[in-house]
C-alpha cells in the first residue's frame, strides 16, 4: 500500500526557514525605517535646542551649588543650598521678588482689560479695519529696548518729552505756566509699567480678538431678538465663552513679564525701586560677580517660569479639545 502525503491547509502557516520574515515583520521594519526617515532631518535641530538651552541650564543649576565669586578667585567651593537659602533671606533679593510680582499682576490685568476693550471695537465691521488692525499690533512688533528708548526720551523726558509738551500747549491755552514733572523720577515703576502696557496690550487683543470671532454669533443673535440687551449678551455669552482666552492671554503674559529685563534696564537701570528678578540676577553676575548667587536666583526664577507654562500649556490644551468637539 502506498502512503500519501497531505498537503498542509491553507490556513496553516508554514513554518519559516533561518532568515525568514513575515509580513507582519517587514511591515513593522518598513513603519520604523519610515519613522526615523521623518525624525532624521529634525535630529540636527533637536540637537541645537539641547545644545543652546538645556546644556547651559544644566551647567547654571550645578553653579548654583557652588560658592563662587569670581573676585576671589581661590575661595570656590561646594557651598550646598546656601546659594538658594542667600535667594530667599536676602532683602534686595525679596524686594526683587515682590517688584517682579506687582509689576507682572499689573501689566498684565490692565493689559487684559485693554486689549478685550481693543478687540471687541475691532471685532465689529467697518471701513479699514485691516488698517486698523495692522496700526494697533505695531507696538508688540517693535524692538523691546526701542520701545522703552521711545517711552525714557520721546514722552517721559521733562524738557522737550511729549507728554510735558501737551501740558504746556494745554496750559498755554488759558495763558498758565504748566507744571513739568519728572515723570520716571516722580513714578518711577509706574514709567516701566506704562512702556510695558502699552508693549503687551497688542498680544492680548490679537488671543482675544481670536476667541470673540470663534463665538457661536447665531445664538447672540437670537438672545438679541428676545430682548437681551448688550451688557446682558455680554455678560452672560461672551465673557463665560472668553474666559479660557483671557486665561490663556493672562498665563502666556506673565510668562514674559516675569522674564522682562530691558524695560528696567533702559528706563530706570533698577534703581527708585523698580529692580525686578532678571536685572537683579544681572547685578548679581555683571556687578558683584557672584556666579554661584546669580545662578540659584536664575533657576528659581525658570522653575517659576515653567510652573505659569504648565497651566498655560494646559489652557491651550482645553481650548484645542474644545474646538474639536
Known amino acids: 500500500m502506498t502512503a500519501t502525503v497531505e498537503a498542509p491547509a491553507p490556513h496553516e502557516p508554514r513554518p519559516s526557514a533561518p532568515g525568514f520574515r513575515t509580513p507582519r515583520k517587514d511591515a513593522a521594519a518598513l513603519a520604523r525605517a519610515g519613522a526615523w526617515a521623518r525624525r532624521a532631518p529634525l535630529l540636527p535641530a533637536l540637537i541645537f535646542v539641547i545644545a543652546v538651552t538645556q546644556v547651559p541650564f544644566v551647567i547654571t543649576i550645578i553653579v548654583s551649588f557652588v560658592s563662587w565669586n569670581s573676585l576671589y578667585p581661590n575661595d570656590v567651593a561646594f557651598g550646598g543650598l546656601q546659594n538658594y537659602v542667600n535667594v530667599f533671606t536676602d532683602a534686595n533679593m525679596r524686594a526683587s521678588v515682590v517688584t517682579t510680582i506687582v509689576l507682572t499682576v499689573t501689566v498684565v490685568l490692565v493689559s487684559l482689560v485693554l486689549g478685550m476693550v481693543v478687540a471687541m471695537l475691532l471685532d465689529r465691521s467697518f471701513f479699514g479695519r485691516g488698517v486698523v488692525r495692522t496700526i ?12 522703552a528708548l521711545v517711552w525714557k526720551h520721546a514722552l517721559f523726558n521733562p524738557e522737550y518729552g511729549l507728554f510735558n509738551g501737551a501740558l504746556t500747549w494745554f496750559f498755554g491755552l488759558f495763558g498758565a505756566t504748566a507744571p513739568q514733572p519728572d515723570w520716571i523720577t516722580n513714578n518711577p515703576l509706574i ?6 502696557i502699552w508693549q503687551w496690550t497688542p498680544f492680548m487683543m490679537l488671543i482675544l480678538l481670536a476667541g470673540l470671532q470663534s463665538r457661536p454669533l447665531d445664538v447672540i443673535e437670537a438672545a438679541r ?20 482666552y483671557l486665561e490663556l492671554a493672562a498665563l502666556l503674559g506673565s510668562i514674559y513679564i516675569v522674564q522682562n529685563f530691558d524695560a528696567v534696564f533702559t528706563i530706570t537701570s533698577g534703581g527708585l525701586g523698580t529692580a525686578n528678578l532678571p536685572y537683579t540676577i544681572y547685578q548679581q553676575f555683571f556687578q558683584a560677580h557672584d556666579y554661584g548667587a546669580a545662578s540659584a536666583a536664575g533657576v528659581v526664577v525658570v522653575i517659576g517660569t515653567i510652573v505659569i507654562a504648565t497651566f498655560a500649556l494646559r489652557s491651550v490644551s482645553t481650548l484645542l479639545k474644545e474646538e474639536n468637539r
Open 225 to 244: 431678538v428676545d430682548g437681551a440687551s448688550g451688557w446682558q449678551v455680554f455678560r452672560f455669552m461672551t465673557l463665560p465663552h472668553m474666559r479660557r
Open 191 to 196: 514709567a516701566v509699567e506704562a512702556a510695558l
Open 136 to 147: 494697533m499690533i505695531a507696538p508688540f512688533l517693535v524692538v523691546p529696548v526701542a520701545a
